[in-house]
């Protein structure tokens, strides 16, 4: 029993870490800062009044791009924009953990057609102007549902409400999920973490991407040390 409490603080305290990343008003200066060149990149990346589609992905695992598309959404809403956020990393997903919502029904449950998409989406009260559409319930098979005709369904509605959708994908180099997207994706953004993503791995998600004919439009330099007014500041920032 002692052990299992154990587990189930670590946990806790876990996702109460994940759930302080998340960028709001009191954040840093130089993490607001920072997401608000990032989202400047974007939007001159991708002119046009049209609906845009943006996929979130890394090369390795724990280069934290899922953070980065939460906050990266959040600051798109600080402009007045509709926004929303798909968590489609299927296999590991903590896109619902870090926002604070739930996690079912979602994607999956949607796509499959146990539920209506009005019935899979949140407005988390840490980010109540953002709409998110958990992973839901875990499927066998991720990449069977996220090249189903009902994705691209599911988007092209999305489409007609929300100026920006960001999607949280898998990390490219550990299954194809993320390439699987490119042809209904204006352009992805590749997560890098500093002292931690391997320039291989780097080289390798590019090439695969490159073969899937999907647009790479930025690198998000994460997890960097800057110094300002004396102080060390880590966060996410476009380079």
């Known amino acids: 029993m002692a052990l299992g409490s154990g587990k189930k603080r670590t946990q806790k305290k876990k996702i109460v870490n994940e759930q302080r990343q998340v960028l709001t008003e009191s954040s840093p ?3 607001q800062e920072a997401y608000k060149a990032l989202r400047t990149n974007i939007m001159f990346s991708l002119p046009g009044s049209e609906s845009k589609v943006i996929g979130v992905t890394s090369a390795m695992q724990h280069d934290g791009k899922s953070i980065n598309a939460v906050n990266l959404a959040i600051s798109f809403t600080q402009l007045g924009k509709k926004v929303a956020l798909i ?7 903590t896109v619902s ?3 604070g919502c739930k996690s079912v029904p979602g994607l999956t449950d949607v796509l499959v057609g146990e539920c209506r ?3 899979a989406m949140r407005n988390p009260i840490r980010c109540e102007k953002l709409t998110v559409v958990p992973a839901g319930n875990i499927p066998p098979d991720p990449t069977w549902l996220l090249q189903s005709k009902q994705m691209k369904i599911l ?4 489409r007609k409400v929300y100026e920006y959708i960001f999607i949280d994908l ?3 180099t550990t299954v194809a999920d993320a390439m ?3 042809p209904l994706l204006d352009g992805y953004l590749l997560v890098v973490r500093d002292q931690e993503t391997e320039y291989r791995a780097v080289a390798d998600t590019l090439e695969q991407l490159r073969l899937a004919k999907a647009k790479v439009i930025g690198i998000v330099y994460n997890d960097a040390e800057q110094t300002g007014n004396d102080r060390y500041y880590k966060h996410g920032y476009y380079r």
Do not use: N, Q
């Not at 988007?155 to 999305?158: A, I, V």
């Open 180 to 182: 699987i997207l490119a």
């Open 170 to 172: 898998p990390p490219v």
């Open 117 to 119: 998409l009005s019935d």
């Open 155 to 158: 988007l092209d509605g999305l």
């Open 97 to 99: 953990k870090k926002v």
């Open 87 to 93: 968590e489609a990393d299927l296999r590991l997903p």
């Open 29 to 31: 200066w130089p993490v």
